[in-house]
């Protein structure tokens, strides 16, 4: 079983879900593997035909790679059941040793999730929903008696849970309300639109968690910030790694270690996902991340 995220840092890549682009994916999770990141992201819109399925991927992935670990982030829990969903996770978890995250939101793409045959929810009750789908998943882990649930969204009737424990979950919460929710209940948050440590986003999003991480009895250190990074990893240095409304953009490879070094000392960063797809050097970039920056800012923040 993985380490808990706010007991290690993390580096990973978001290497596409393009169908066009289904070789490329496979090649880049599998050197991702070989040069010891530590997991891949798969993002989830299973209304759009020229995107590859999350979990049918996230399983072939987990079986050509050999160490590193696979979340969907985050997984479309409107187009999901929830008690199906904890099965699936419990059997990665089983098949892989333990290398699977669910990575879990509420929906945010509701025309094309009710184009996709999904009842509409409004905003609240897909908060509801997703606290309760929190909740479910984690009974359904870790053996112990039958569960039943008359919730909500879902019911159940004596389903026996996995032997295996519940999977660390993170989620991509937006609003104050699912703010919340992963501050009572989830291991992890990944700020949305590309939000970094810099950002009002952040700035503004990680003390709802944090306040209610405490009341709920929690410590709000025990729930890591994950950030996206779709930005550039360039020959030379940028002269502006940062856009107007201060959001990084990239720069060199000095630049980046600087960069993610401050951002886990300085700003609590747990973990860094770098979508190579979106960076025109392509394989280019995803080696500079692997072998030059992600080994230097482990060393850095190290020596602290």
């Known amino acids: 079983m993985p380490e808990r995220l706010t007991h290690k840092l993390w580096f990973g890549i978001g290497p596409g879900v393009a169908v066009a682009d289904a070789p490329q994916v496979v090649r880049s999770v599998e050197y991702a593997d070989r040069t010891g990141l530590d997991f891949f992201a798969l993002s989830d819109h299973p209304y759009y035909g020229d995107r590859l399925e999350a979990y049918s991927t996230l399983a072939l992935l987990l079986g050509r790679t050999r160490n590193i670990t696979g979340v969907t982030t985050v997984t479309n829990l409107p187009t999901r ?3 199906l969903l904890a099965r699936t996770l419990s059997t990665l978890s089983a098949l892989t040793g333990g290398r699977v995250v669910l990575g879990l939101g509420a929906g945010g793409y509701w025309d094309d999730i009710a184009r996709f045959g999904v009842t509409r929810l409004d905003p609240a009750a897909a908060v509801r929903a997703l606290e309760e789908a929190i909740g479910l998943v984690q009974a359904l882990s870790g053996g112990g008696a039958p569960v039943t649930l008359d919730g909500e969204f879902t019911r159940i009737a004596a389903l026996d849970p996995a032997p295996g424990p519940a999977p660390l979950i993170w989620t991509g919460s937006v609003g104050p309300k699912s703010l919340a929710v992963t501050g009572r209940s989830a291991d992890g948050w990944i700020p949305g639109n590309a939000a970094d440590w810099h950002s009002d986003r952040y700035r503004s999003s990680r003390p709802l968690i944090d306040e ?4 709920a009895g929690r410590d709000p250190a025990d729930i890591a910030t994950v950030f996206n990074l779709p930005a550039r ?8 790694p940062r856009d107007r409304s201060g959001r990084w953009l990239g720069g060199s490879v000095a630049q980046w270690i600087t960069e ?15 979508f190579a797809s979106g960076d025109p050097s392509g394989q280019i970039g995803l080696g500079r991340w692997a072998e030059e920056i992600v080994p230097a800012v482990r060393e850095a923040v190290a020596k602290g």
Request: a negative charge; glycine letters at 6%.
């Open 81 to 83: 059941p929830v008690p």
């Open 233 to 240: 990893i360039t020959d030379s240095a940028a002269a502006a």
């Open 260 to 274: 993610l070094t401050e951002a886990v000392l300085e700003h609590g960063a747990s973990g860094f996902v770098y």
């Open 212 to 215: 209610a991480a405490r009341a």
